[in-house]
């Protein structure tokens, strides 16, 4: 199977080193942004089969990227899947992530066997 290609956007080192440790073994090629504006410039210079997307950070938040990536998108075309990513477990917080035009929502920590049912779901095949 390709590597698939994942942009990370968390701007908490902890999180991302973690993140990054579970999906590397599971085939993914990972890019990290720090903050949603530099999730967008990364999505303007490559594709990605899928990004994963903390809502709360410094510069530009989850949501705001998100709808960003979106209108990117809208006027090239395609679609990439966003998870959105948080500590919030309100029902009000995954229907920001979904009206933000986000595809899915996890909650922190990050769990690999909740990640997998989620991708599978979005039609992504990864490796165990």
Do not use: F, Q, R, V
């Given at each position: 199977m390709n590597e698939l290609s994942l942009l990370l956007v968390e701007d908490n080192i902890l999180n991302q080193k973690l993140i990054f440790l579970n999906l590397v073994k599971h085939g993914f090629k990972i890019d990290v942004?720090?903050?949603g504006l530099e999730a967008v410039e990364k999505f303007k210079e490559r594709k990605y089969n899928l990004i994963?997307?903390?809502?709360?950070?410094p510069v530009?938040?989850?949501l705001e990227a998100t709808k960003h990536i979106r209108h990117i998108e809208l006027i090239n075309g395609g679609h990439t899947p966003i998870v959105g990513?948080?500590?919030n477990t309100y029902d009000a917080d995954r229907e920001k992530c979904l009206?933000?035009?986000m595809d899915e929502f996890m909650t922190k920590p990050f769990d690999i066997e909740i990640f997998q049912e989620i991708i599978?779901?979005?039609g992504i095949e990864?490796?165990?």
């Open positions: 942004a720090n903050n994963l997307m903390d809502l709360m950070m530009m938040d989850g990513l948080t500590a009206a933000s035009g599978k779901e979005l990864i490796n165990s």
